[in-house]
């Protein structure tokens, strides 16, 4: 089983920036992709960004693309999110997600199997 573990979180004006880590342990060769989700508040949760664990390709939601850079660590068990030129509207719990069953870079849900507790991302001046 592979467990995650958010972190970097916080309150930041707009304008600004974060940078959100997720720690990936357990049995991580069996990851394909792991991804960024975000749920505000009254709203359903949607897809932020995903990277795929071998070859490291990514794939963006439209309303981040250009401000947010998914990326892995060296050691292939951390993913990051760089969040610049934050908004209001980015305000919402952020959750790292990981897919070891379905094999493909999804901007789904039902394909990501595991998932972190989340950390809150407020942007507010």
């Known amino acids: 089983q592979v467990q995650l573990v958010e972190s970097g979180g916080g309150l930041v004006q707009p304008g600004g ?3 959100l880590s997720c720690a990936a342990s ?4 069996n990851v394909y992709a792991m991804a960024w989700f975000r749920q505000a508040p ?4 949607e897809f932020v ?3 795929r664990w071998s070859g490291g390709s990514t794939n963006y939601a439209d309303s981040v693309k250009g401000r947010f850079t998914i990326s892995r660590g060296v050691a292939k068990n951390t993913v990051y999110l760089q969040m610049n030129s934050l908004k209001p509207e980015d305000t919402a719990v952020y959750y790292c997600a990981a897919d070891s069953l379905f094999g493909s870079l999804s901007m789904r849900m039902s394909e990501y199997d595991l998932w972190g507790q989340g950390t809150q991302v407020t942007v507010s001046s």
């Open 17 to 19: 920036s974060l940078r």
């Open 26 to 29: 357990g049995r991580t060769f």
């Open 42 to 45: 009254g709203k359903e949760r």
């Open 49 to 51: 960004a995903g990277i």
